[in-house]
């Protein structure tokens, strides 16, 4: 008796599910869809009549459709296995269980073959899929070297390593033959409490036997190299009343060419209270002739603004002992936000030498009494590279806020928005400026650091200049003048914005490879299930998607690349050795949409997980989130994240694979703990060496990896307490001559999971001494 009531509660079941499939297959095909979910709804409708009426042709009805199936998933993914879980795993372990002998009654006893013969190819199909899908190219990089790395030593004393920003670090003890040796050397957990939306992004810097770094709260601590001790610690008592997320990514370093008054060695830092200071190297006390008793006040000339609109979250940049920073500015409040621009001060003295922004024509101009620098310049938030010998800064900008209407913008504005602007770093004017997206409705801001690297061209080598961007594309200048050295094509992009705001009718490609040139259709869309999917798929077909560019307006748009890039602050490096670019990427598109100024209750309640920007000044609101459906299963197939490897010589692809596991993911923020290989969704940066090892955090599955910088292959990987959503470092220990590989580890904002505290980590060959 109660298996027969078992047997008919799972008929309904397979009846309701037919019906939800049939209801919304029926929508997308009005929409422009396919068909398929439209017909195994009906499939599954009939099929529960079939059974509940015993009839003998229920079972190889599924197994018919089970077929029709199969053969549509392929013709649609290929042997994608991760594209094919939602096409095939339910209908499957909806077969296994017809073929218990309770349905097989029920369909007057017909042949579990029905079922068993196209659920057996599917497990096969699978079985395939995961090979082809996961493995990384065998290919080998011979070695082709760039140019000799400068500071050939084992300090690490900028955030990328050196002013250049490549990340490459000369030191090989640990290479591609003992790389899987590496265990954990070392950790330090901050007792630091956090504030606000952290994510703890922070690249450590090594020099004088110490790693500098930066806490929550923009406490800075020294910590011993072998040890990971706390050698001193500063607490700048920062004021951090309404700052939204008080991220700090590092801290600057700088010694005194000759000797000075106090602080020849001296770190500088910017503070989520509008402050930088500079601290004595050795000590952690404030350098008393830098500013006021250590600091400087970054909000004169902001005017009366809010606490946590503005702030720096990237370390200053020094050149020619002058030191420049800029920060984040809130993305979408308001129309006339506070000026981005960049100021410049005497690193030993603190004495203000000039501010650069779009609306300045002389930087080097003190401000009247009174007086504001520009309202709504572009802001430059991720970190500078510089030049001494050119005597250049290059800078990479945002867009004039707010992000997604932008009629207002000044031709100043227009300019150097989302751009990268190479600034002389005696009298703040620009030399050159190379723009990236004109009139950024996107949120497309460069916030990758530029790097320099000289570019064998012919048989020159031409000084190099690198901007990796949010739309997976990569430019390549001459950093003297910026002159492309890869060409960059206008092309047409859509239009048809927002009323009264205008799009620009091309925009710049590259012809260096890229990390985000496929296109979104409705096949790309995902889920958990069948069910998701098809939201998924709805969901595509009612918004707009024209391909990259498609701008945001009153309809819902999707963008792709997202927000989030593509390649984001995290940057890229530059295996010197091999003559490789390597870059870390993300796949996570945005939903964004514009609301009419009078509809924000009906704006919050139709997107309750969005993130709300007001945008004062404007006719319109405006609405992003990550694509994603119900269950928090994003819409796009995976992978979200990969790792890949490009010739500098050609512009080519060496390799490329998934980076991450989906271990971590899982429907309604829940873990599956499943290990397989799926390019998991990624913040952060990488890190090459000359013992040809790529080390890199980033993915949400929270693993620490060690790669073969010539291949791909996985080498080594370790487990993080928390998400490594930072640029990892090495440096040789001054007193016991190893070789040490450090990563931050904390939370991230979007990548969830678990509250874990801020570690730092460092990982090193076994002492054999």
């Not at 702030?311 to 979408?332: E, N, Y």
């Not at 080097?364 to 310049?377: F, H, P, S, V, W």
């Amino acid at each position: 008796m109660l298996g027969r009531i078992v047997v008919w509660l799972f008929i309904v079941l397979i009846a309701i599910a037919g019906a939800c499939l049939a209801i919304g297959g029926a929508s997308l095909v009005k929409l422009g869809g396919s068909p398929y979910y439209l017909l195994i709804g009906i499939t599954l409708v009939v099929l529960a009549i079939a059974f509940s009426r015993r009839s003998a042709w229920a079972l190889p009805l599924y197994g018919v459709s089970l077929g029709g199936t199969l053969v549509w998933a392929l013709w649609e993914a290929g042997l994608d296995g991760w594209a094919l879980v939602p096409r095939l795993v339910a209908p499957v372990v909806l077969g296994v269980v017809l073929s218990l002998p309770a349905f097989r009654r029920a369909s007057a006893n017909a042949g579990p073959w029905w079922v068993g013969a196209p659920s057996l190819a599917i497990v096969t199909i699978f079985g395939l899929a995961g090979v082809s899908t996961n493995e990384p190219p065998k290919t080998s990089r011979p070695a082709t070297a760039l140019a000799t790395a400068d500071g050939l030593d084992g300090d690490w004393t900028s955030w990328g390593r050196t002013l250049a920003g490549d990340r490459f670090s000369p030191v090989d003890q640990i290479n591609t033959s003992n790389a899987a040796k590496v265990k954990p050397a070392w950790q330090y957990i901050s007792d630091v409490p956090t504030y606000g939306v952290h994510s703890f992004e922070v690249t450590p810097l090594a020099a004088n036997g110490l790693l500098y770094a930066c806490l929550d709260r923009n406490v800075i601590v020294a910590l011993d190299q072998d040890t990971g001790q706390e050698v001193w610690r500063f607490d700048p008592h920062a004021r951090l009343d309404k700052v939204f997320a008080a991220t700090c990514r590092g801290v600057a370093y700088y010694q005194a060419p000759s000797k000075i008054e106090e602080c020849t060695k001296r770190i500088l830092f910017g503070l989520a209270d509008n402050r930088m200071m500079a601290l004595d190297a050795m000590s952690g006390r404030p350098c008393r002739s830098f500013g006021r008793d250590g600091s400087v006040n970054l909000k004169e000339g902001l005017g009366a603004i809010p606490p946590g609109i503005a702030f720096p979250t990237s370390p200053p940049t020094i050149v020619r002992g002058t030191a420049m920073i800029s920060g984040w500015v809130t993305d979408g409040d308001h129309v006339g936000e506070p000026s981005g621009g960049v100021r410049a001060y005497d690193v030993v003295t603190g004495d203000l030498r000039w501010v650069w922004d779009t609306g300045r024509p002389d930087p080097q101009e003190r401000l009247a009494a009174g007086g504001t620098y520009t309202k709504g310049a572009p802001n430059a938030w991720g970190v500078f590279s510089g030049d001494e010998e050119l005597g250049l800064v290059y800078v990479p900008t945002g867009a004039s806020t707010p992000d997604y209407f932008g009629a207002h913008r000044t031709p100043g504005a227009e300019r150097y928005s989302t751009s990268v602007v190479a600034l002389d770093v005696v009298t703040g004017k620009p030399r050159w400026s190379a723009q990236t997206v004109h009139h950024d409705l996107w949120d497309y801001d460069v916030g990758a650091q530029p790097v320099l690297l000289d570019l064998p061209i012919g048989a020159r080598r031409v000084p190099a200049l690198i901007a990796s961007t949010k739309t997976g594309q990569f430019f390549v200048f001459d950093r003297r003048d910026g002159r492309p050295l890869y060409p960059m094509i206008e092309r047409p992009v859509p239009q048809g914005g927002a009323p009264g705001d205008w799009t620009a009718k091309t925009q710049p490609f590259s012809r260096f490879a890229d990390v985000a040139s496929d296109r979104l259709t409705e096949s790309k869309m995902w889920g958990a299930t069948p069910f998701d999917q098809l939201w998924c798929r709805i969901k595509f077909r009612q918004a707009r998607y024209d391909g990259p560019f498609t701008p945001a307006g009153l309809q819902e748009a999707l963008h792709y690349p997202g927000s989030a890039g593509g390649v984001n602050w995290g940057s890229v490096s530059i295996d010197i050795r091999r003559g490789l670019l390597i870059s870390d990427s993300l796949y996570m598109p945005d939903r964004v949409r514009l609301y009419p100024r009078n509809q924000a209750v009906r704006a919050r309640r139709d997107n309750p997980n969005a993130i709300f920007f007001p945008m004062h000044g404007t006719p319109y609101i405006a609405t992003r989130e990550f694509f994603r459906n119900p269950l928090g299963v994003p819409c796009l197939q995976p992978p979200y994240g990969r790792i890949s490897a490009f010739d500098l010589k050609t512009g080519k692809t060496v390799w490329s694979r998934p980076l991450g596991t989906a271990y971590r993911a899982g429907p309604l923020g829940l873990e599956s703990h499943i290990p397989l290989q799926m390019g998991a969704p990624l913040f952060g940066g990488v890190l090459t060496t000359a013992g040809g090892v790529i080390f890199i955090g980033a993915s949400q599955d929270r693993r620490f990896r060690a790669i073969d910088g010539g291949n791909g292959r996985e080498l080594w990987s370790a487990e993080l307490p928390g998400i490594g959503a930072a640029s990892p470092m090495t440096y040789v220990s001054k007193k016991s001559g190893r070789q040490y590989v450090v990563i931050a580890s904390g939370n991230h904002s979007e990548l969830g999971g678990p509250e874990t505290p801020n570690t730092i980590l460092a990982y090193a060959l076994p002492d054999l001494r």
